[in-house]
């Protein structure tokens, strides 16, 4: 009985002899995955609705993942966050790719079949956005699955060995005559066929992403917004005061320049919103709703205001901090033109991308300049920061009210609806803590930057090494709403210091120096650094 069952296990060996070699299929296998995103991006770069599935995909891991892993990457990575998914993203694939090419060696339609179900996955994520339309993912799925699958046979066919037909018995092929050996099959393959099937697939897999990216840029709205003359404001903000702008090397700029502003935001590729066919949604719990067009938000009076925005995210001494003069519709205004029902309490920005965010109504009419702001330090909203249009309210973090590419204002109430953060672990109310910030410490001056949007600034102290808080001198004020930019001469000997520094706000409360996490409202603490003076 022995000797005919070694007899079996040696015929089922012969059966699969002349297969291709487990590394040969993994290569297949990731070569083909290639394609098939390659091939879709591709096709969503040429239709009007498409998307890459990358980026689909991107969008709903971004939407699932628990709010601690959201808050642990974004403290890590800060704006970097977005690249690493999608590599990330592209990695996962791959491996998938090389895992069903493996399978494919003995059953090519496990491979095939994979790579329809991995397509699937892409178009449902596409279709899950509000922008895409049916069509685009469709096409570009059925595409972007035929060239993998295609690929797959291909590059199976190139790495196995002459003389031996593939187990799909449509794949079966003649012999071709041998030029190298694959050890993990047994049999003889073509190199040079080899190499040459897996170079027309990275050249494909490239030009494909590639293409698909320069056909989607040339969609993009920056012509259209470089076009925009943005109106005068009917309520222009003054000038900034003699000495609100220090001139020390380092120093974070009293205005920071649109492309230096920081970005966080859920979305991973920039959403590019045509204005023309734009519009703004005001609805809820009103008494007469409203939709304006781009041209119509336009032509409403504009006031110009300057404001300060910061993330909840940021770190102690974090960058996610920027000041600038924002344009726009007051939002006051049009909540007015709406008529706010009883029991409006929270107003909902929603954006294109399906975001939300969400303040107290009270808010919008306190006399802040809470606005729909149309324009950042003199230009359109760039696209990166909400263009055509985005929510601006002093005092309050970006998360709860900072809406970019708004399409939509609601009054709603608290109970009713949470904007997209608050089910992640973060608080509803978001009042900007009292933050300052070292950005200078040479041998001769410390300097930084000290915010409380809405309070104001009055007071910066410096403690160097333990001892008495000394008092900055402070830049002239630009306005409550914004930073203050401040310093303090300092000579010293070389060596190693430590240096921290606090600030007061304008009701007088100085920033605490326990330190607590960005979650779920802020982080708090005095910013201390060691600087080595040589």
């Not at 599935?53 to 800060?78: H, K, M, N, Q, Y």
């Not at 509803?428 to 930084?448: D, H, L, M, N």
Request: aromatic share 6%; glycine share 12%.
């Amino acid at each position: 009985m022995a000797p005919k069952a070694a007899s079996r296990a040696d015929a089922g060996s012969a059966e699969h002899q002349g297969a291709p070699g487990r590394v040969s299929g993994a290569v297949a296998g990731l070569l083909a995955v290639g394609v098939t995103l390659g091939v879709a991006e591709l096709v969503a770069g040429l239709l009007s609705g498409g998307r890459s599935f990358v980026v689909a995909l991107g969008d709903v891991v971004i939407g699932l993942v628990p709010g601690w892993l959201e808050r642990a990457v974004i403290s890590t990575l800060g704006s970097n966050d977005k690249p690493f998914l999608i590599l990330n993203i592209v990695v996962v694939s791959g491996l998938l790719g090389a895992a069903l090419g493996i399978l494919s060696v003995r059953r090519f339609l496990v491979g095939a079949g994979g790579i329809a179900v991995m397509t699937a996955v892409g178009v449902a994520a596409s279709l899950s956005d509000p922008q895409t339309d049916v069509a685009g993912p469709l096409v570009a799925g059925v595409a972007a699955a035929a060239g993998g699958i295609l690929a797959l046979w291909a590059l199976l066919r190139a790495a196995r060995p002459s003389g031996v037909a593939m187990s799909t018995p449509a794949l079966r092929d003649p012999p071709r005559d041998p030029a190298a050996r694959d050890p993990a099959a047994g049999g003889l393959v073509d190199r040079k066929h080899l190499l040459g099937a897996a170079a027309a697939a990275v050249v494909v897999a490239g030009a494909g992403a590639f293409g698909g990216r320069v056909l989607a840029a040339r969609k993009r709205v920056e012509a259209i917004r470089q076009a925009i003359r943005i109106p005068r404001p009917a309520r222009r903000a003054p000038p900034a005061p003699a000495g609100a702008a220090l001139d020390i090397p380092g120093l974070t700029p009293l205005y920071v320049p649109n492309n230096d502003f920081y970005r966080i935001d859920t979305a991973l590729l920039v959403p590019q919103v045509d204005p023309a066919s734009w519009s703004l949604e005001v609805k809820g719990r009103v008494d007469r709703p409203f939709t304006l067009s781009y041209a119509e938000l336009m032509a409403i009076p504009h006031i110009e205001a300057d404001v300060t925005l910061s993330c909840v995210s940021n770190e102690i001494g974090g960058g996610l901090v920027g000041n600038a003069r924002w344009q726009g519709v007051l939002l006051a205004d049009l909540l007015a033109r709406a008529g706010i029902q009883r029991g409006a309490t929270q107003v909902i920005g929603r954006s294109v991308d399906g975001f939300t965010a969400g303040f107290p109504t009270q808010v919008a009419l306190d006399g802040r300049d809470a606005m729909v702001a149309v324009a950042m330090n003199g230009e359109p909203l760039p696209a990166a920061h909400g263009f055509p249009a985005r929510l601006v309210v002093p005092g309050l973090y970006g998360y709860v009210s900072a809406t970019k590419w708004l399409t939509a204002i609601e009054l709603t109430s608290f109970d009713e609806v949470d904007g997209y953060w608050i089910p992640r672990g973060w608080d509803k109310e978001a009042p900007i803590k009292t933050q300052s910030r070292i950005e200078v410490a040479s041998s001769q001056v410390i300097a930084g930057v000290a915010w409380a949007p809405t309070r104001g600034i009055e007071r910066v102290e410096v403690r160097i090494d333990g001892g008495p808080w000394q008092q900055a001198t402070l830049a002239a004020a630009l306005g409550d709403d914004c930073w203050r930019q401040w310093f303090h001469p300092w000579e010293r000997s070389p060596g190693r210091y430590v240096i921290a520094v606090r600030a007061t706000d304008g009701t007088g409360e100085t920033q605490t120096a326990e330190r607590t996490d960005i979650a779920p409202n802020g982080a708090s603490g005095h910013h201390t650094i060691q600087v080595d003076i040589v």
